[in-house]
Every structure is written in C-alpha cells, then in structure tokens.
C-alpha cells in the first residue's frame, strides 16, 4: 500500500524520535528517514514540537478509546481483564518503537512528561482503578487489593514483559523457562487479582 507524505512523515518521526528521544532527534534527519523534502515536513507539521505531540495524543487518543471499548464491554470483570492483557500484549507487537518512544518520555522524564501524565496516563490510571474496584465488589478479584496499585501494577508487568522481551527470554534460560511465553504471564496476571488465589491463601502484597 502506498503511503501519502504524511503518513511518511509519521512512520520516520515515530523511528527518529524513539530512537533518539526528542532532544536528539532533527527534522533534517526525519526528512531523509522519509525521503522527502523539509518543506514537506512543513507542510503538515508547523515545528517539530508540533509533530511530535501529535504523535503523543493521536496514540494516546487512540489507546484510550479501545481500552474504554474493552472496560465497557458487556463481559465479566475476569473476561474484560483477560482481554485488557490481549490488548496490551497486541499493542507492544504491532507499534513497538512508539512504546519505545512513551518509555523514553516516562523514563528519562521528558519535557512532555507532566502533560502526558495529566491529560492521559491519569486517566488511564483512575478507568483501570475504578474497574479493579467494581470488580471487587463483585467478588471477581480480591477485596484486599489497593486499586490504585492494580493499576500501575497490570501496565508495569505487561509492559515489562512484552517491550523487554531479549530479557525476559534470556532470564528463562536460567529459570522457568515457561515465563517467556504469552501464556505464563497471562495466567500470571490473572492469578495476581482474582479472588480465587484469596480464598486459596496465595497473597500478593499491596
């Protein structure tokens, strides 16, 4: 399939910038990724500020939308969690240099890094807790779980495991050779929460 210009423009902007992080990336070197002229950056992107928080909410836009279409979903508390894992899992394969791109925002805390928290993440967060909480009330996932830290705990897992993945395989080598996979970590999770590991004595601390 043939790309326009500017879906040329997102595709080297998402490479450059993930790569090089924000400060170190130029539109000069976008422009030769893209293989097209500077002008033509301009053309759809007034600065390179403007483009790359164009990356960072039409991702996170994106992102939000679909985890509210699997929140609201008319499935059980454990199916929607089991899809959530799915999603995340499908999203660190299918876009992995702009994960790349968020965890250099988040981890070397960025310029954008207040704002990325304050209009998205927080709200990621608070849906995720609210759900971890309506979800104990129903008596699908343990009543002595701190929500909040549900929260931040499901995303740190997953994202660990499926952006680290040359690490979690080299780990393996030398213990349960089974944790690479999918469905380790899958049941892993669901372990994590669910009401059932309460009532069977396993505990995981708050």
């Not at 509210?68 to 199916?79: G, S, Y």
């Not at 395989?169 to 049941?187: M, N, P, R, Y």
Request: hydrophobic fraction near 40%; include cysteine.
């Amino acid at each position: 399939m043939t790309l326009t210009s500017k879906e040329k423009i997102i595709k080297a902007a998402i490479k450059v910038f993930a790569a090089k992080g924000y400060d170190g990336t130029s539109m000069d070197e976008i422009a030769r990724v893209a293989r097209l002229t500077k002008p033509m950056i301009y053309y759809h992107f007034k600065n390179k500020k403007d483009l790359y928080w164009y990356l960072l909410e039409s991702h996170s836009e994106r992102f939000y939308n679909r985890l509210q279409d699997i929140l609201t979903a008319p499935r059980d508390h454990l199916q929607i969690l089991s899809m959530l894992i799915d999603f995340y899992d499908e999203t660190f394969r299918t876009i992995p240099e702009m994960i790349q791109l968020y965890q250099r925002e988040t981890v070397s805390n960025g310029r954008f890094l207040e704002y990325l928290t304050e209009k998205h993440l927080s709200k990621i967060q608070q849906q995720l807790a609210a759900f971890f909480r309506d979800g104990a009330r129903a008596g699908a996932f343990r009543s002595s779980l701190n929500y909040d830290l549900c929260a931040m705990t499901l995303a740190a897992i997953i994202m660990f495991h499926f952006s680290q993945r040359k690490v979690v395989q080299q780990l393996s080598k030398t213990a349960d050779a089974k944790i690479s996979t999918t469905e380790a970590i899958h049941s892993h999770i669901m372990s994590l929460f669910t009401a059932q590991s309460e009532s069977s004595g396993e505990c995981c601390p708050e």
